[in-house]
């Protein structure tokens, strides 16, 4: 079965499907898109395949992205509100001094610190909350840390 028609058989049952998977229309619309331009990137193996087996391979590649979106959704947490108190130090002076350089850092530079220490995103990750590349993520979060070096010196 070619992947146009596949697209035309199964896009509005899987769309529907996944809606009630997530409850969430739009990032169903997104995982359909996302099962279909992964579809054509593997489209020699899934033309090869018999109609069920693609079938299933399409809902499974939906799920997928869905599952996926949600779980990065989870880890995206707002910056505002958020504070390092939240976080257990072993020595409550570690916190007091982790505080005191962090809020001594300007925000646009403190946000990576938090994002990268405290909750544990990658530079991708610390880019797509800020909405900036995350090579700039990658300099923010260099130009934080030689900053705390120098406070805990004394520079």
């Known amino acids: ?3 146009d028609t596949a697209y035309r058989k199964y896009s ?3 769309l ?3 809606i009630r998977f997530s409850r969430d ?3 169903a619309n997104d995982a359909v898109s996302q099962a279909f331009t992964q579809a054509l990137v593997n489209r020699a193996m899934l ?3 018999p109609e069920p087996a693609m079938k299933a391979w399409l809902y499974a590649a ?3 992205a869905l599952v996926d979106m949600k779980r990065k959704e989870a880890r995206l947490v707002s910056l505002e509100g958020s504070s ?3 976080i257990p130090f072993n020595d409550p002076s570690d916190r007091i001094l982790a505080e005191s350089m962090l809020s001594r850092l300007p925000p646009g530079l403190r946000a990576p610190v938090y994002l990268k220490y405290y ?3 990658n530079s991708a990750e610390i880019g797509q909350a800020m909405h900036i590349p995350a090579s700039t993520a990658r300099t923010r979060l260099r130009t934080a840390l030689g900053l705390m070096r120098a406070m805990m010196k004394g520079d």
């Open 47 to 49: 033309e090869a395949m």
């Open 1 to 3: 079965m070619l992947i």
């Open 16 to 18: 529907q499907a996944m």
């Open 84 to 86: 390092p108190a939240e």
């Open 12 to 14: 509005g049952p899987m």
């Open 119 to 121: 909750r544990g995103f």
């Open 62 to 64: 939906a799920r997928n």
């Open 25 to 27: 229309e739009t990032a």
